[in-house]
């Protein structure tokens, strides 16, 4: 069982950065590939990053690669993405996951566990 918070959420300019924090809890955060995905009004849930169970292998999608760097501390159970360069769309309720399994995947329905989700707007 893996319970997730997310925090880190707020209003920023475009241009602006923000870090967003997920902490979990219970002990099998080491054994879980990790990811972020965003929801922007209307649309459908999208995968933003993930990370391998060590933080050695990392995945992003196009639209963020290159301005967020996903990472994760094991031993303090938390998962981070620190977004730079921040545009309006990337507007969205974040949400941090865990999967259980040992393959990476960019799809929602492959992860476990879900956090509450943090809102991010990036005003122009």
């Known amino acids: 069982q893996v319970q997730l918070v997310e925090s880190g959420g707020g209003l920023v300019q475009a241009g602006g950065s923000l870090r967003l924090s997920c902490a979990a809890s219970g002990r099998t955060f080491s054994s879980a590939i990790m990811g972020w995905f965003r929801q922007a009004p209307g649309k459908e849930r999208e995968f933003v990053a993930a990370i391998s169970r060590s933080g050695g292998n990392t995945y992003y999608a196009d639209s963020v690669k290159g301005r967020f760097t996903i990472s994760r501390d094991n031993a303090k159970k938390t998962m981070y993405l620190q977004m730079n360069s921040l545009k309006p769309e990337d507007t969205a309720v974040y949400y941090c996951?865990?999967?259980?399994?040992?393959?990476?995947?960019?799809?929602?329905?492959?992860?476990?566990?879900w956090g509450q989700g943090t809102r991010v707007t990036v005003s122009s």
């Open positions: 996951a865990a999967d259980l399994g040992v393959v990476v995947y960019r799809t929602p329905l492959e992860y476990d566990y």
